[in-house]
């Protein structure tokens, strides 16, 4: 069994950053694809960023790019999102979730992956 929990959510101005992270129990965290995702009030999940098992390739969103960055840290069976530049419109509750198919395409659709944290809220003022 798996678990995740995600931490790092919080309240921050137009313009500033934070840095999300997934701590992933169990003992095959290198063998997972590992991926962010997000939901705003009323509106469906939605994909945010994706990284491979070895940490190789990376996807993101097109409202993600040139602003967040995903990580993973084996030793520490942790992922990241920072996201920098963030703006009213990326609030959202942000959910951590594991895949366990090799990377490919479909990485940034929420029913590939089997495992999902609890989520945590990311609030952007204006």
């Known amino acids: 069994q798996v678990q995740l929990v995600e931490s790092g959510g919080g309240l921050v101005q137009d313009g500033g950053s934070l840095t999300l992270s997934c701590a992933v129990s169990g003992r095959t965290f290198s063998s997972y694809t590992m991926g962010w995702f997000r939901q705003a009030p009323g509106k469906e999940r939605a994909f945010v960023a994706g990284v491979s098992r070895g940490g190789s390739r990376k996807t993101y969103a097109d409202s993600a790019k040139g602003r967040f960055n995903i990580s993973r840290d084996s030793a520490k069976k942790s992922v990241y999102l920072r996201m920098d530049s963030l703006k009213p419109e990326d609030t959202a509750v942000y959910f951590c979730?594991?895949?366990?198919?090799?990377?490919?395409?479909?990485?940034?659709?929420?029913?590939?992956?089997?495992?999902w944290g609890q989520g945590t809220q990311v609030t952007v003022s204006s």
């Open positions: 979730a594991a895949d366990a198919r090799i990377w490919s395409s479909r990485a940034t659709i929420a029913s590939q992956y089997d495992y």
